[in-house]
């Protein structure tokens, strides 16, 4: 008899706070000056978000000498580093900057042990705009750690004042893999004050890992720019799952990734709309895989508020409104 035919669906899973919260900085921008609204990078990294705030006219841009002198530019969830912020300030843009508060954050850290003298070891991957943006903040400080090759070249000023920094969307497991290794080099090494790798990507690989040691395929649904979602690829290969693949729509998929498949498992990365996944869901039912069973790793009820410039011009907006005649 054949073993039955079902889905694990990981909780949580797809679009996270930030994320959320960047898509609608654009929507309420878009709404509130009227297009074009510029963007400098993708908001996300997610092809559909992107073409469907394109489609409503949002216009990305690679940097901000491509926008129009006095236009509105958004600045990415993944932040951007000081030098971007002065270049727009003297080409007159009106900013927004939808970077996700946990970016903020590291951010802050980096600013903050670059003053007190400290040596900034930033785990992270070389080019990402994440990364280019932390790096940023203190270019003389910091020394990018992009794998264990980088650490035997790792020069410090101070072995006793060394700091370990990361990434937000990293694999969690290999970061602590990369920093026990740092510590071999530097023993007085110290972390940040609390977890650098957000809630979003800890949770959605925590839930991978455990549909991953139950599946034969795991289904991961994002983009391939996408640095949180290539890793839950990763973690789902190492919790045992036989096969992974990420794929941007249902469309993407290989029927030949199904054969000998009794059970799909199901996730998404932090940027991707849910509509994505029922996709997916859809695809799969069509070939025998109704049965869906949801696996719950862990609860978020994580929010954030929009940025404040957009938030200022929201409520002088409102006030406008309630005090026309
Ligand atoms: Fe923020 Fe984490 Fe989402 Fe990135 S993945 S936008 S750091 S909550």
């Known amino acids: 008899m054949n073993p039955r035919k079902r889905v694990l669906l990981a909780a949580p899973r797809g679009s996270c706070a930030g ?21 400098r990078h993708e908001i996300v990294h997610n092809t559909h ?54 970016v903020t954050k590291v951010h802050k850290e980096a600013t903050r042990y670059a003053g007190d003298g400290y040596d900034i070891l930033l785990i992270g991957h070389e080019g990402h705009e994440e990364v280019i943006g932390t ?8 020394i990018l750690v992009d794998g264990p090759e980088d650490i035997d070249r790792i020069e410090v000023r101070d072995p006793s004042r060394v700091v370990w920094l990361s990434q937000t ?12 290794t740092l510590r071999e080099r530097f023993p007085q090494l110290v972390g940040p004050p609390g977890d650098d790798i957000c809630y979003a990507t800890q949770n959605r690989q925590i839930a991978v890992k455990q549909i991953g040691a139950q599946a034969d395929l795991v289904i991961v649904v994002g983009s391939h720019n ?49 509509i994505l996944v029922d996709g997916v869901l859809e695809w799969l039912a069509q070939r025998g895989y109704g049965d869906v069973e949801t696996i719950t790793a862990a609860t978020e009820n994580q929010r954030f508020a929009l940025p404040r410039e957009l938030h200022h011009d929201l409520q002088m907006e409102a006030d406008h409104t309630c005090h026309s005649p």
């Open 19 to 39: 994320v959320d919260r960047a898509i609608a900085t654009v929507e309420k921008a878009l709404e509130l000056y009227g297009p074009p609204v510029y963007v």
């Open 49 to 102: 978000v992107i073409n469907t705030l394109k489609a409503k006219g949002a216009v990305f841009v690679e940097e901000t000498d491509e926008v129009p002198e006095g236009s509105v530019v958004i600045f990415s969830a993944h932040g951007v580093a000081p030098t971007v912020h002065t270049e727009a300030a003297r080409r007159h843009l009106t900013t927004i900057d939808a970077t996700c508060p946990l």
């Open 135 to 142: 790096l940023g903040e203190a270019p003389d400080r910091i």
């Open 169 to 180: 969307t990293l694999s969690v497991d290999e970061t602590m893999e990369t920093v026990a």
């Open 226 to 274: 996408s640095s949180n979602s290539k890793r839950l690829v990763e973690v789902a290969l190492g919790a045992g799952a036989r096969s992974s693949y990420l794929v941007d729509y249902a469309e993407e998929i290989d029927e030949a990734w199904l054969e000998g498949v009794a059970t799909v498992g199901l996730t998404s990365g932090a940027s991707v709309p849910e």
